[in-house]
């Protein structure tokens, strides 16, 4: 059975960090592609940054230069460094496991976590 188990989440101020991990279990990490994924209230699910099981990596346009993706397929976890977070960023930030790495199409993500929240606001 897959899991993924993210953690990391919180309340931060603008300008603040958070670092988001995820816990995969139950398939061969390794060969998987990954993916953070976000739904915000009120608004549909988008991709946030994907890291391709050959090493590709894609970000939305909205975290470019402020997030980073890393995968540690030894402890198969996966990460989302967030720096310079803005109210824009508060969402329920979702781990996923094989889809589409390219597009970051949430649709092609079969495999999603329980999600953790990310709060932005001072």
């Known amino acids: 059975e897959v899991q993924l188990v993210e953690s990391g989440g919180g309340l931060v101020q603008p300008g603040g960090s958070l670092r988001l991990s995820c816990v995969a279990s139950?398939?061969?990490?390794?060969?998987?592609?990954m993916a953070w994924l976000r739904q915000a209230p009120g608004k549909e699910r988008e991709g946030v940054a994907s890291?391709?099981?050959?090493?590709?990596?894609t970000y939305a346009d909205s975290v470019k230069g402020r997030f980073t993706i890393s995968r540690d397929n030894a402890k198969n976890t996966l990460y989302l460094e967030m720096n310079s977070l803005n109210p824009e960023d508060t969402a329920k930030y979702y781990c996923a496991a094989g889809g589409n790495w390219y597009t970051l199409q949430p649709s092609s993500f079969p495999y999603w976590g329980q999600g953790t929240q990310v709060t932005v606001s001072s």
């Open positions: 139950g398939f061969t990490f390794s060969v998987y592609n």
């Open positions: 890291f391709g099981s050959a090493g590709g990596i």
